[in-house]
């Protein structure tokens, strides 16, 4: 398995625009994790799905952030609008429930607001 | 709230020396125990894990250590080698989310 996928890898955006950011969990995993990461604030949880749908978003910063996943292999994170606040490393990542509840990260895309 | 939190923001330890991380928890629910390593650049990746039924599990170099008397959660790396220099974190759960904490920089120096 190539592991969790996510693109872009870098994103550089102007204040304001909308910005989508996209994850391929891995095959069989029920579980689906998004994450931001900042040099203040570290690794923190946005959202979770379990089977599609979501879980708990009680870490999602605003209303301007929203996430979906219409089916098992795809999960997107939309903020609209931009803020240069905004700026940090979003990760995605996934597991299996019925086993170890390890959660396999992907690369994560750096996301720029100017 | 209840958090995780790390003692040591950096490490500096020579090639080949044992070097010990540790992690402080404070939810006292948490029955999950987990360690990453992040290389600049990457995504975390796994290292090793605990239930709160075991106090020690060990794996190819590293060894976690549970206290759950002190809320206490460490990782030794045995021979550290410069590829182990990375960021590491501890994260902490008592269900499917992680609760991680700040991180620890790990440097290997030759």
């Not at chain 1, 592991?3 to 955006?13: D, F, L, Y």
């Not at chain 1, 950011?21 to 931001?36: E, T």
């Not at chain 2, 020690?56 to 060894?63: A, L, N, Y």
Request: hydrophobic letters at 35%; glycine letters at 8%; charged letters at 20%.
């Amino acid at each position: 398995d190539a592991g969790v996928i996510q693109s872009p890898r870098h994103e550089v955006t102007e204040m304001g625009q909308e910005v989508t950011l996209r994850c391929k969990p891995i095959s069989g995993h029920d579980y689906l994790f998004w994450y931001r990461q900042t040099m203040m604030r570290g690794l923190e949880l946005l959202i979770y799905f379990n089977n599609n749908v979501p879980i708990d978003d009680s870490g999602m910063p605003e209303d301007r952030f929203s996430a979906k996943m219409p089916n098992a292999s795809f999960s997107t994170l939309k903020i609209q609008p931009s803020e240069p606040r905004d700026s940090a490393v979003y990760f995605c990542a996934s597991s299996f429930s019925a086993g170890e509840n390890i959660q396999y990260f992907g690369a994560g895309t750096r996301l720029s607001v100017l | 709230g209840e958090s995780v939190g790390l003692h040591l923001p950096t490490l500096s330890v020579q090639e080949g020396d044992n070097s010990i991380i540790n992690c402080a928890y404070s939810n006292s629910a948490s029955d999950y125990f987990i360690w990453y390593k992040q290389e600049s650049g990457k995504g975390p990746q796994f290292i090793i894990d605990i239930r709160s039924n075991m106090d020690k599990r060990q794996g190819q170099r590293v060894t976690v250590l549970l206290n759950k008397t002190v809320k206490h959660l460490s990782l030794q790396i045995a021979a550290t080698q410069p590829g182990d220099s990375a960021v590491y974190f501890c994260a902490e759960s008592s269900g499917y989310a992680l609760n991680f904490g700040k991180g620890t920089s790990l440097l290997v120096t030759p």
